[in-house]
């Protein structure tokens, strides 16, 4: 059935080619997402990427399978897409927590985000929003890297087939990652690190209503819980308020504005000591 499709859409069958990605298109939107962050962005290389996909399945070949091919178009478009700007700060989320609680019209903005009927304060979903955050302060590479192995949880050998590398450097990159991961939210989240500087998870679920402020804080100390956690975490009751919070702190990294010395909270009225 699946070559049917595939012989259909190499002859010009676009409704055959929708068919073969559909079953994929959850786990690429996934990547996309963990990669880039940005709900807005993220679609858009997706869509640029399945748009190549469509005009070059004349070039596939079957030495893959058809979803590594059209994994590795994803991966590749959201790799090309991060090296093309500047990398984010690790304290990207300090810096526009400081902004924040200096504007009034930021603040308020906030505020109405988590004033919906729709807002719930999820731990585990704002912890898969801060592991793209401060993924974004990765060399590309290691990123791309990371978010296959650990969190789409390819093997080995079919992240380093996506990616076009060797196992060896896929070990590399992905070691690096793992390693500058756990030592900046050592030093940045305070559910990993005693001395963590950002408080958003605690403010965030003050700011939440009665009877949705979410269950306990899991133990997230090691970057493998943390990967647990991320892996099964999807967009839900905070889309909204994280989709505000991408929108600003994109803005904040691309002029490098705010400081990223812990000041106040967002929104909360929670002053950092």
Same mark, same amino acid.
């Given at each position: ?36 962050? #940005? ?36 991966? *590749? ?20 927590? *400081? ?28 912890? $898969? ?10 060399? $590309? ?30 070990? #590399?990159?992905? $070691? ?37 402020? &979410? =269950? ?23 889309? @909204? ?14 002029? =490098? ?7 106040? @909270?967002?929104?909360? &009225?929670?002053?950092?000591?």
């Amino acid at each position: 059935m699946r070559d049917d499709l595939i012989d259909r859409a190499r002859g010009g069958d676009k409704a055959a080619f929708e068919r073969l990605v559909a079953k994929d298109l959850p786990k690429l939107r996934r990547i996309t997402r963990r990669m880039i962050g #940005h709900p807005e962005d993220a679609e858009d290389v997706l869509q640029e990427a399945l748009v190549k996909s469509w005009k070059g399945i004349g070039t596939f070949d079957g030495r893959a399978a058809f979803s590594t091919w059209l994994t590795a178009i994803v991966a *590749n478009a959201a790799t090309d897409h991060l090296r093309a700007r500047k990398r984010w700060r690790t304290e990207a989320q300090v810096a526009y927590a *400081n902004l924040c609680a200096g504007s009034d019209d930021l603040s308020a903005e906030v505020v109405s985000a988590a004033s919906s009927t729709e807002f719930a304060y999820e731990v585990r979903e704002h912890i $898969a929003y801060c592991f793209a955050c401060v993924g974004r302060s990765l060399p $590309a590479d290691e990123q791309a890297a990371l978010v296959l192995r650990d969190v789409m949880d390819l093997s080995a050998r079919e992240a380093a087939t996506v990616l076009g590398i060797s196992d060896s450097v896929l070990r #590399h990159r992905l $070691a690096a990652a793992r390693t500058a991961m756990q030592d900046r939210f050592d030093g940045l989240c305070a559910l990993v690190g005693k001395q963590g500087i950002c408080h958003q998870c605690a403010g965030l679920r003050m700011l939440a209503p009665s009877g949705k402020q &979410g =269950g306990a804080f899991p133990d997230v100390a090691e970057l493998a819980d943390r990967m647990a956690v991320v892996r099964s975490a999807e967009p839900g009751s905070m889309a @909204g308020l994280h989709a505000v919070f991408w929108r600003r702190t994109k803005e904040a990294e691309e002029a =490098g504005s705010g400081s990223v010395s812990p000041e106040s @909270g967002c929104g909360t &009225g929670d002053a950092v000591p």
